[in-house]
């Protein structure tokens, strides 16, 4: 039983059915029960700067009152929060490691396979678990892809997904990070499923699935996993809002090579003299390069000139998640760690080969190619192609395109 299951258990202690009711004091929103303020367990005050949050509370109270088999809601969330994450600290690190070791998606990833010999392919349950953890580990890679575009990994001989998990996990907001361990400690669900589905990434059902394709959940408790999301979902709602997703990778190789997309068949390897080569990670470098001086645009690694596709594969990383961290290294390193909010990353699969997507924003500021074994350059775009400037050329364009941002 985690820190928050146990929790939880005792918290009826302080709810009662008397009267609720919201009053706004000092730029804040307090519960009130009857006369007094309502308190939670270790007699800290519901009160919040949201007014939103204040109603999302008293309502689920009022909901719950007399469902004493009612889990998690906004109440849990918020009580949770104040008596233990805001005062001892968050429990989960302290529980990290055998989150890892309990969790199959760690081992699915980690190992590159996952072992059906408890299915057979007789079980009713075949084709459904396969269905739906194939799906989850699509789901899990788009996890790496944006993590590894917004976070720090250093390159290592050990696989980094344990540790984009920990760090994904520690850059959540006190909010999330009680989420995660509501659902991982009452569904039995891990570190992964609960952290996809907070991020965005996978829908209840597919969470839901995932449990059951497991055997960690049976079929007839869909309905109430999915009643306990309903409630972390409409606690977050009322916290944040939702990204849109970007362009697909397939209408971009439509467009063809332009100003604003630009095919590169490898990102360190050299098909010609078949080995690795920096004049061709340069080449890709270039290119982000001179979108983020530009306009911004998408390049497309492991697609050739022609549109067709070669893959990332031919790079010959030990997996994707390597291909990322080397890729991540080479921009933080080469162009500087400011310009990370201006890049996503992405890995899409075409003719069962993997394409890297890398989306440019332009920047803020003038961005600097500073490979080690090159000159210092400064590239924009011209047409279709990245064109280096002098330094003359340089500090106009500069004066012209940055002075005033």
């Known amino acids: 039983m985690n820190a928050f299951e146990n929790y939880t258990g005792n918290i009826w202690l302080k709810i009662n059915a008397e009267p609720l009711d919201i009053i706004k004091q000092d730029q804040a929103y307090r519960i009130f029960q009857g006369a007094s303020p309502l308190l939670t367990l270790h007699g800290n005050e519901f009160v919040h700067a949201s007014e939103r949050i204040a109603q999302l509370i008293i309502t689920d109270l009022m909901f719950m009152t007399g469902k004493k088999e009612q889990r998690i809601s906004a109440p849990f969330f918020y009580a949770f929060q104040k008596d233990v994450v805001e005062v001892t600290g968050d429990p989960f690190p302290g529980e990290w490691e055998e989150l890892l070791v309990s969790d199959a998606f760690v081992t699915i990833k980690t190992m590159g396979k996952f072992n059906f010999q408890s299915f057979s392919p007789e079980d009713d349950l075949f084709s459904f678990a396969f269905i739906s953890l194939s799906a989850l580990i699509r789901a899990i890679n788009t996890f790496v892809s944006t993590t590894m575009s917004e976070i720090t990994v250093l390159e290592t001989d050990s696989h ?30 891990g570190i992964v499923l609960p952290l996809l589905l907070i991020s965005g990434i996978i829908s209840p059902i597919e969470y839901a699935k995932g449990l059951i394709a497991l ?63 920096q004049a061709v990670e340069r080449a890709c470098l270039k290119t982000i390069t001179a979108f983020l001086n530009s306009a911004g645009g998408y390049l497309l690694i492991g697609i050739r000139d022609d549109g067709s596709v070669e893959g990332i594969e031919s790079d010959k990383f030990v997996n994707e998640d ?21 890049i996503i990353t992405t890995l899409e699969k075409m003719d069962e080969k993997t394409i890297c997507m890398v989306e440019c924003r332009q920047s803020s500021r003038p961005v600097f190619l500073r490979q080690p074994g090159f000159d210092e350059a400064f590239y924009i775009r011209v047409g279709p192609s990245s064109n280096a400037m002098d330094i003359s050329e340089a500090l106009k364009y500069i004066a012209d395109h940055f002075s005033s941002q």
């Open 215 to 277: 055997r960690i959940q049976k079929d007839h408790q869909m309905q109430d996993m999915l009643l306990d999301i309903a409630h972390a979902r409409d606690y977050l709602e009322c916290l944040e809002q939702r990204i849109d997703a970007g362009r697909q990778v397939a209408s971009i190789i439509r467009e063809g090579e332009n100003e604003t997309i630009e095919f590169k068949s490898t990102l360190r390897w050299d098909i010609r003299a078949g080995k690795t080569n």
């Open 322 to 342: 390597k291909f990322l961290l080397h890729l991540w290294t080479l921009i933080r390193t080469c162009l500087g760690r400011d310009v990370s909010p201006y």
């Open 160 to 189: 980094p997904f344990p540790e984009l998990l920990r760090l994904g996990y520690s850059r959540l907001s006190d909010e999330k990070k009680v989420i995660v361990q509501a659902l991982s400690g009452l569904h039995h669900s």
